[in-house]
Structure formats: C-alpha cells, structure tokens
C-alpha cells in the first residue's frame, strides 16, 4: 500500500513541462494542460509511489473519484463539450495521473484519442493565466 498524501510527493517533470497548476484538492493536484486544442485537466494523486490505481487505499480512491466527478461536471458545463474522455494511461509517464478531456465531434482528434494527434497548440501566457484562475475561481 502507498503512503498517505505526504511532503515526499514530488510531480513527473514531464506533467511539470505539459500542464500548469490550477490548485491542489483534496488528495490531488489539479492540473491545466497546456493544450488550446482541447478542455484538459489532470489529476495527479499526491501520494509517493503511486502509478496504478490500486496503490491508493480505500479512502484515497474515494477522494480520487470524487475529484474526477467534480472536474468532470465542470467539464460538461463547458460550451461545444459533448463526450468526456477519462482515462489513466501511465505508459509513457508511470506516475498515476488521471486525463479528464472535453470532446466534441469534429475536434481536433476525433474520433480518436487525444493523445499523439499532432503537437500541442500552447496557450498564450495571457490567455493561460486566465483559464486557470477561471478554473480557481470555479473550484472554490
């Protein structure tokens, strides 16, 4: 079993380089990725050790799910967003991270996943500091 949410929690360079802090939940860090293609947050479980779902005990998975459920609805709300796409792949980055994307027919990688459907589309910085405070502001 892994540990609790603890100060030896230290985040996948490669999330670091891909996406932005929005805030920190319960038991994650909430995450914006740097993407203008597509609505796309991540979840990553602040717990040291963990890459699969199983290593989070009873109650962090709970605390998980009901993170995935709130960003989720958010998510929904958003105009044009029709499907979401959830999934916690851990291939290429091994620690757990949960991808909670907002689709629509006709984006840029329909039908398809979004993952290696060309290059990201960075958000302008202004632009970025904005969506994420809109984010803040939506999670309060």
């Known amino acids: ?44 479980p602040r717990v040291s050790g963990a890459s699969e779902w199983i290593d989070l005990n009873g109650d962090q998975q709970r605390l998980l799910l009901a993170e995935i459920n709130q960003i989720s609805r958010h998510l929904k709300q958003k105009p044009g967003v029709t499907k979401l796409n959830i999934g916690a792949l851990g291939n290429i980055v091994p620690q757990l991270h949960i991808h909670i994307v907002g689709r629509r027919e006709g984006d840029a990688a329909w039908p398809g996943p979004v993952w290696g459907t060309g290059p990201a589309q960075r958000f302008d910085p202004e632009v970025l500091a904005e969506r994420v405070e809109i984010w803040r502001q939506r999670l309060r």
Do not use: H, K, Y
């Open 1 to 44: 079993m892994t540990e609790a949410v603890t100060n030896e929690f230290e985040l996948d360079s490669r999330l670091a380089t891909d996406s932005v802090l929005i805030a920190d939940g319960p038991l994650s860090q909430i995450r914006l990725m740097n993407d203008d293609r597509f609505p796309w947050i991540v979840l990553v």
